[in-house]
């Protein structure tokens, strides 16, 4: 065998490098809208929630999320990934196993899209990631960052893996009853935001004296943070076909209008109740688009 192909396992020939099932243009997408989503964690989130907080947070905050982001993907590789979309194990969760097996890795993705499983590793991945990190949006400066550690392992194996599997993975029972989620309306933002209000339940509040006054530590940071976060969402949704297609193109315009419109409807309204606008009420606006969109942003026209 040629030594430019010593990589592949004995079991594959040269030949299977580039397979006649592998499609190089929705493969090039497919990991670049996985890297735009990554942005937006990394460092989009990152920066936003530590120039949001006060200054006595910021590092922690920051710090929150960098963690989940490199946590979350050893954790994935190693048995979450399986456990979202493996061989039925029960019908609400996988079996688990590891996702790094050359023979699993380069084999044509749940044998219908034109990309390895490699790929689709790589893009669950970082939606994964990001769950994580916006269940911490609802715990910066009131949790402990040892318990943070620990929550997110936790949380990944015995909560999203299920909402995954039943609702993305072709062989979960909510898939096969016709259920769509078009890029994560439950299994990312309704499972996070619930977990987000309960994990604070159980924490706690902050203290008063900063309930009172949360001023963000440096609002020019925010807004790069939250800008990233906007047009990270282009691979967002426009990911989730699967393919580089028209349904891709249909997603990421609905998105961008969306937010848009979210961002404008928000600013008016902060005029009309509170008589000028605000950047704060601003960027809220803009990540409410980019949420309400997103479960059907392929499928409004």
């Known amino acids: ?52 907080v006060k200054k006595k947070w910021a590092v922690n905050s920051a710090f929150m999320a960098l963690y989940a982001f490199a946590a979350v993907l050893v954790c994935w590789v190693g048995w979450g990934y399986q456990l979202s979309f493996g061989d039925t194990f029960l019908p609400f969760l996988g079996k688990i196993d590891d996702a790094l097996d050359q023979n699993i890795l380069l084999k044509q993705a749940f044998s219908t899209y034109k990309f390895p499983n490699a790929t689709m590793v790589y893009f669950q991945f970082v939606f994964a990631a990001i769950t994580l990190i916006l269940i911490a949006g609802a715990l910066l400066g009131r949790m402990n960052f040892i318990a943070w550690m620990l929550f997110v392992p936790l949380w990944l194996t015995f909560s999203y893996t299920v909402g995954a599997f039943s609702i993305w993975c072709p062989n979960g029972w909510l898939s096969k009853m016709g259920l769509i989620d078009y890029s994560g309306g439950f299994v990312i933002h309704l499972s996070s935001g619930v977990a987000g209000f309960t994990a604070a339940y159980w924490v706690g509040p902050r203290a008063t004296k900063d309930r009172e006054r949360f001023p963000p530590n440096n609002i020019l940071l925010m807004l790069a943070g939250a800008g990233i976060l906007w047009m990270g969402w282009t691979g967002f949704n426009g990911g989730d076909p699967y393919s580089a297609s028209i349904d891709a193109s249909l997603a990421v315009l609905n998105t961008h209008i969306c937010a848009a419109t979210s961002l404008l409807t928000w600013l008016l309204l902060d005029i009309l109740f509170f008589e000028k606008p605000s950047v704060i009420g601003a960027t809220q606006g803009m990540i409410t688009g980019l949420v309400c969109i997103t479960p059907a942003a392929g499928t409004t026209s």
């Open 1 to 52: 065998m040629d030594p430019k192909y010593a990589w592949l396992p004995s079991n594959l020939q040269p030949d299977d490098a580039n397979p006649e099932w592998m499609n190089k243009g929705d493969n090039a997408w497919q990991m670049t809208a996985a890297t735009m989503v990554g942005l937006q964690s990394v460092p989009g989130l990152v920066i936003l929630y530590g120039s949001i």
